[in-house]
């Protein structure tokens, strides 16, 4: 990736002219307000501007257009997390990582839309403790790096179920529609499931999302 993908490395290059008066995490700092106040579609160079205080076209000097904006976003948000010492055990950090993943993405549910052009110093310390929470597993980097997008998909899916009301919603509508038999696998599948869906534990079902890939990944036993 070249220094012209990255609003970081470029902000590192010395330019002529008077000091900059806003810093990029300023920058994604009111863009992050703005799309948790209005949504990802409030994020535009103008409004940005206006929360800066400064001239939309004073923002050039720092970003080339809203692909940089959404990489800023990603990578102020995910600086949310707390990254405690790995033990070694690769469920147990995997967990601790995707747990908080997790909630990031409830705090902040625009990231689940935004896909960012680049990676800024906060993503890259993520991505470096997800592939040290699998290199006791001995796997190979590619193995290991589509491991962390697999993780980071289930995060991403689980918790936008979640943030639409489909994780945990009674079953009785559809449950009444598999009785009506045609349907005989569901039909098997949920024979003397309750009436009511008071019981699903949307953790439980989380924490088994995440095992059931890391069987995939890294193998039993991990």
């Given amino acids: 990736m070249s220094s012209a993908n990255s609003p970081w490395l470029r902000a590192e290059q010395v330019r002529p002219g008077p000091r900059p008066a806003h810093t990029l995490d300023d920058i994604a700092a009111a863009c992050v307000r703005i799309a948790d106040e209005s949504g990802l579609a409030a994020v535009a160079m103008r409004r940005v501007a206006e929360r800066l205080g400064t001239a939309a ?82 796997l190979d980097g590619t193995t290991v790096m589509v491991g962390i997008a697999q993780l980071t998909g289930w995060i991403s899916t689980f918790a936008a179920q979640e943030g639409a009301g489909a994780v945990g919603q009674d079953p009785r509508a559809m449950l ?47």
């Fill in 57 to 138: 076209a004073s923002l050039y000097r720092y970003v080339d257009g809203k692909d940089d904006l959404f990489a800023l976003m990603v990578d102020h948000v995910a600086a949310e997390y707390e990254l405690a010492p790995l033990t070694g055990d690769v469920r147990a950090d995997v967990l601790a990582v995707a747990e908080q993943a997790r909630a990031l993405h409830r705090r902040h549910p625009w990231v689940q839309r935004v896909i960012p052009t680049a990676l800024g110093p906060n993503s890259l310390r993520y991505l470096d403790h997800l592939a040290g929470a699998l290199a006791p597993a001995g």
């Fill in 176 to 222: 009444a529609m598999v009785a009506r038999g045609d349907y005989p696998h569901l039909a098997a599948l949920f024979a003397g499931a309750p009436a009511a869906g008071g019981g699903f534990d949307a953790d439980a079902a989380f924490r088994a999302g995440i095992d059931a890939l890391l069987f995939g990944i890294a193998g039993k036993g991990q």
